[in-house]
């Protein structure tokens, strides 16, 4: 089926640093997602983006948080400034754009992020 | 703040028996349900969405749906030990379709 990548798949940074997550989404899919599940909770929502734009984000996404999708390659995730408590695996997902807004996101395998 | 509860957190079925899997939102604007499996290490991946009030039923998984309680449940007859995964529900409401997770029901089958 489908397939989303993410690269890399681990990530270690000290805190303070830069980090850019890499995800290459389904060729055909407009919509962006970002997850992030700390170890041993669930997985949260983070951002989703379209056409462009980030549409809606949730209060995880704090202002050292940007994306973007420079033509049409890799959707990224930059921190900036990193903290200890971004340590977490990262899912990137994307889909299609249905009529009534619903459609299957698909998941890539997730970045490991461990900031020391 | 919308939130998915899931139960039971863990659960062992033997080969070849039943998983029931539950999962209710506190979201009265939730309109649409996902049921994801993820294996140990890999990505989480769609097995059956649902929104409409009743069942709907794909080779050996059934999915439930009662609106009025905003309860789903998944269930898995001749469970396999490949079927051994973290199983995930979602919700979604609104239009940009962000998926709101529970913790998960971690399932193993034992042969």
Known sequence: ?116 | QQKVQQSPESLIVPEGGMASLNCTSSDRNVDYFWWYRQHSGKSPKMLMSIFSNGEKEEGRFTVHLNKASLHTSLHIRDSQPSDSALYLCAASSGSFNKLTFGAGTRLAVCP
């Open chain 1, 1 to 116: 089926g489908p397939k989303v990548l993410q690269i890399p798949s681990h990530q270690i940074i000290d805190m303070g640093q830069m980090v850019t997550l890499n995800c290459d989404p389904v060729s055909n899919h407009l919509y962006f997602y970002w997850y992030k599940q700390i170890l041993g909770q669930q997985m949260e929502f983070l951002v989703n983006f379209y056409n462009g734009k980030v549409m809606e984000k949730s209060k995880l996404f704090k202002d050292q948080f940007s994306v973007e999708r420079p033509d049409g390659s890799y959707f990224t995730l930059k921190i900036q400034p990193t903290a200890l408590e971004d340590s977490a695996v990262y899912f990137c997902a994307s889909s299609l754009v249905r009529a009534g807004g619903y459609a299957e996101q698909f998941f890539g395998p997730g970045t490991r992020l461990t900031v020391l």
